[in-house]
């Protein structure tokens, strides 16, 4: 746990550094195929969710987190239980609200952990805008960007300073989603360079919507002189060329807008979902270019490629790589066609969705694109229709335009309010440490004054527990001697008890033996074979069953009492400096040896995870293996028999035992043996320890190993030995041993 702990404090100094943050997510994503400890992987798994918490992988990887942390222990796993719960629902279109909620909750979650998640905060932008809620999304990120500033996390602040600047480009507010998106960029520029170049890139976009095509043409020339420039791909690339293209459109020069679609296109990204979606937005901008350059056919099939894509995937109008505007450039593909009622059509329905999507900085544009439509095709009654539309729509958006400027000055207020009201607090911390200074000194000096007066009374009291510790000793090896002469006399007594049963029990083998020799020459020397078919046959073959019988029964008799000789000798061993990851792996393979020389088609996985760092540990080697082989062959016995039931159902199934070892933060060294066998009932798991208790069918089984496993771990070795299984699932049984 130290170490972990050691590493995660690094870690967390290096969350505002470039290298974590811009960290290559495949590399990363490679190193878990490698060995590694459980908190090594368990901090590469943070590490890969932190840079994409909602892709495909998340869920596998959330997984792989809860797992190896129920087994360390280190990490917090409430936000994870959270954002899996999320994840689990956000490709539901129907579940979007649900999945928001959890979202918004493991988001909670994390900053109560004090945890930031940039790329968490802008994901959410994705199911806000699948749910049409500009407003709610606008007002959750106002109160996390004040909450954020208040308490200094520059990553989580610059997330939602980018998720602003959408929304104020969509309400069509450019001059706010500028200044939203250069403190984003301005932010992001001490973390992460991949951020700090996707800013420039959506700073330009925004100038050029607003019609700056110089200050546009500046911000993404600056993006695309990036040194990284060149390994962004996916969204962000088509994102550039597709602002590019529709830059140079404005200025008339098409071959430049055609040459950037066409790297648009060339965008490539390893996500198959996410290929289809940036290219669909790719070819709906070439086939706006090929149609002002006049070629109208080639347009025309592009776009019908791209409405394939848009209806197979659902795409809705704005998304991540921007506006979709698969259905204006529709409109204008008929208009050059001069096919006016789909034209007519295509317009209407672009109108339609901008005003469902609530895409103020289009509305007004299709209302414009309208008015020329029907003034071209002669229709005076519609033109004037949607001009007056057009005039209210202007007219409501200058009034919320002066609202958000007011709205601005009162953020700027708050924002100089919080920012003298995080100063104080660095002064009221400032005034406090120099008190705490102070009051340090006093203290230290008090301290050493107690120190001195009492330094007699510590010595004493050292002295006093020097000899309690010996006196402990003392008992516990009494204890041990007690113990070893009570092991000893019951040694002996059943000993002699074992070798007075052992002689009769060997009569009875013997005879039982030598009587059915003599049944089988009265079958096979009988002159008239008649004689032994009728009553005569019949007791003949009832007397030689009752003899096998016999002498079954007396061998699993002399069984158990070579069993209860074993108990009988459990503990008396010295114990010794021992290779445990040695002996751990001789016993199991033993174990697999010795079930497959009575089963030659059985065979199973056998997997060791001895930790390397385990050392030398003093126990009773020959006992301790003892009871590893009795736990192995158990488990080989569960996964064989599963094995069999489902070779019976025609099922697929790979019976595995695995074997670990681990030593604990207090030296305690803990053994696990795991398999995926036939498991246990709670009535089963409840007796399993018990002398005589077997599970296996009779004359496989003394039902002793176990119980003497239990007796030596716990008496001779003073530790500790449970199981926990689950029916047609699997067992584990845990040992622990005192250092």
Request: with cysteine.
């Amino acid at each position: 746990m130290l170490t972990f702990l050691a590493v995660w404090a690094m870690s967390g100094s290096l969350r505002a550094q470039h290298r974590y943050w811009d960290a290559d997510y495949d590399s990363l994503s490679a190193t878990l195929s490698g060995p590694q400890s459980d908190t090594t992987r368990l901090r590469t798994i943070v590490h890969l969710l932190d840079l994409r918490p909602t892709n495909a992988q998340a869920l596998p990887l959330l997984d792989q987190l809860l797992t190896l942390n129920r087994r360390v222990r280190v990490l917090d796993a409430a936000p994870y239980r959270r954002l899996r719960a999320g994840l689990v629902l956000w490709p539901l279109p129907a579940s979007a609200a649900t999945a928001l909620d959890s979202m918004q909750a493991a988001v909670a979650e994390f900053d109560r952990a004090g945890r930031p998640v940039p790329w968490l905060l802008i994901d959410l932008v994705t199911l806000f805008n699948r749910l049409n809620a500009p407003e709610e999304r606008k007002q959750y990120y106002e109160s996390k960007l004040a909450f954020y500033r208040l308490r200094g996390d520059e990553e989580n602040v610059a997330a939602c300073y980018l998720s602003q600047a959408g929304y104020y480009r969509r309400m069509g507010d450019y001059h706010r989603a500028i200044n939203n998106s250069l403190h984003a960029a301005d932010m992001m520029q001490l973390f992460s360079r991949k951020l700090y170049l996707n800013e420039l890139l959506v700073t330009g976009a925004i100038y050029a919507d607003w019609g700056n095509a110089n200050k546009a043409v500046q911000y993404l020339s600056l993006a695309l002189a990036q040194p990284g420039f060149r390994q962004v791909q996916g969204q962000n690339r088509v994102f550039t060329y597709v602002a590019l293209s529709k830059l140079y459109l404005k200025q008339q020069q098409p071959q430049a807008a055609l040459q950037a679609s066409d790297s648009a296109l060339a965008a490539r990204s390893p996500d198959p979902s996410e290929q289809l979606m940036i290219r669909t937005h790719a070819l709906v901008q070439k086939a706006a270019v090929l149609l002002q350059m006049k070629q109208i056919a080639p347009a025309g099939q592009l776009l019908a490629r791209a409405q394939h894509l848009a209806d197979s995937l659902r795409l809705p109008m704005s998304d991540k790589p921007g506006e979709l505007e698969l259905d204006a450039t529709w409109a204008q593909y008929y208009t050059a066609r001069q096919d006016g009622a789909r034209a007519e059509t295509h317009w209407l329905r672009a109108y339609q969705k901008a005003t469902a999507a609530k895409l103020d900085r289009l509305r007004p544009k299709y209302l414009q694109q309208l008015v020329a439509f029907y003034d071209e095709q002669g229709q005076p009654a519609e033109a004037q229709r949607y001009s007056r539309e057009y005039i209210a729509l202007t007219t409501a958006f200058n009034a919320a335009q002066n609202s958000f400027h007011v709205a601005q000055y009162e953020n700027e207020r708050v924002e100089q309010a919080q920012t003298t009201q995080i100063n104080n607090l660095h002064q009221e911390q400032a005034v406090q440490a120099e008190r705490l200074r102070l009051g340090n000194w006093l203290l230290m000096g008090a301290l050493l004054a107690v120190v001195l007066v009492s330094g007699l009374g510590v010595f004493t009291y050292q002295q006093l527990r020097a000899k309690r510790r010996v006196l402990a000793q003392l008992r516990t090896t009494q204890a041990q001697l007690v113990q070893s002469e009570k092991m000893a006399f019951l040694g002996e007594l059943t000993a002699g008890i074992a070798h007075e049963l052992q002689n009769p029990l060997n009569f009875m083998k013997n005879f039982a033996e030598v009587s059915t020799d003599l049944v089988d020459d009265i079958h096979s020397n009988g002159a008239d074979t008649r004689q032994n078919t009728g009553l005569e046959g019949e007791i003949l073959v009832g007397l030689k069953q009752n003899l096998q019988q016999i002498s079954q029964h007396g061998q699993r008799a002399s069984a158990i009492i070579k069993g209860m000789l074993e108990h009988s000798r459990a503990g008396l061993g010295q114990r010794e400096a021992t290779d445990l990851n040695a002996l751990a792996g001789e016993s199991l393979a033993l174990a697999y040896e010795g079930l497959c020389a009575h089963d030659k088609a059985f065979s199973a996985q056998l997997e060791l995870e001895l930790d390397p760092a385990l050392g030398a540990v003093a126990v009773v080697a020959p006992d301790l293996g003892r009871v590893l082989l009795n736990i192995g062959t158990n488990a080989l016995h569960a996964v064989r028999e599963r094995q069999r039931q489902a070779a019976a159902a025609g099922s697929a199934y790979q019976p595995t035992v695995t074997l670990s070892t681990r030593r604990l933060e207090d030296s305690r060294v803990e053994i696990r043996v795991q398999d995926n066998g036939t498991g246990m009932s709670e009535a089963v798991r409840a007796q399993v320890f018990q002398p005589f208790f077997t599970t296996k069918p009779a004359g496989e089984g003394t039902g002793l190993g176990l119980s003497l496993s239990y007796d030596i771990v716990t008496k001779g070795h003073g530790g500790t030995l449970t199981v926990e299984s689950r029916e047609s699932q699997g067992t584990e049984f845990l040992i622990t041993l005192p250092q």
